[in-house]
């Protein structure tokens, strides 16, 4: 009997032993270019005991105007009493802000701001502690402070439609120069004070 055509070379018998050490890149991405991941170790040294005696500790110095005590009372006092939280007067009108210049409502702003901080402190403290307490003089005392925040608002929102309103009369006014260098006169009067002596004779007479 004859054996099979083939036209391909007899196969050679597959060797199962690995003889050869696996090729480097074995394992690596060929999109992430990662290889396998390599176990941590840790050097051997010894780890710090921690200090359970607070006496034995370290002092840390701390800057007495760190802007982080702005977050506190002038005492540092994480938390007050419901009593000290309550203590505080009537929130700011509107009325009373229209007479105020802009560097006093905008000190006024940053100083609601500054309370508001410090509010936030404290009731996150109380959380923290479940102390159980404080909780409506703190929303009371929140409350307030928004409502001077929001009087500010308007006030200055008054002021910004009345320079807008004056800015528009103002471009069709001949005697204001909106385009005037700073420094320099941006009102200049048609009449002069001679000029006026004489125009007023002559309007009183043309009517």
Not at 1 to 11: C, D, G, I, L, Y
Not at 12 to 41: D, F, I, M, W, Y
Not at 162 to 183: I, K, N, Q, Y
Request: with cysteine; proline share 6%; net charge positive.
């Amino acid at each position: 009997m004859s054996a099979s055509f083939s036209t391909s070379a007899p196969t050679a018998q597959c060797n199962t032993r690995r003889k050869h050490a696996p090729h480097p890149n074995r394992g690596v991405s060929a999109l992430r270019r990662t290889g396998l991941r390599h176990r941590v170790e840790m050097d051997k040294y010894t780890l710090p005991t921690p200090v359970l005696d607070p006496a034995k500790r370290s002092r840390v110095a701390v800057d007495k105007n760190h802007g982080l005590w702005g977050f506190f009372r002038h005492d540092k006092k994480a938390l007050n009493t419901p009593e000290e939280t309550a203590a505080f007067g009537r929130p700011w009108v509107v009325e009373e802000l229209r007479h105020k210049s802009w560097e006093d409502l905008h000190s006024l702003w940053w100083i609601c701001c500054k309370e508001r901080n410090i509010l936030a402190t404290q009731s996150y403290e109380r959380e923290r502690l479940q102390a159980g307490y404080g909780e409506a003089e703190i929303l009371d005392r929140n409350r307030a402070v928004r409502q001077t925040q929001k009087a500010i608002k308007h006030a200055l929102t008054e002021r910004y439609y009345a320079f807008e309103d004056a800015r528009r009369v103002a471009m069709t006014d001949p005697e204001v120069d909106l385009d005037a260098e700073p420094g320099t006169q941006a009102y200049t009067p048609i009449y002069s004070d001679v000029g006026l002596q004489t125009a007023i004779p002559n309007i009183l007479a043309d009517s």
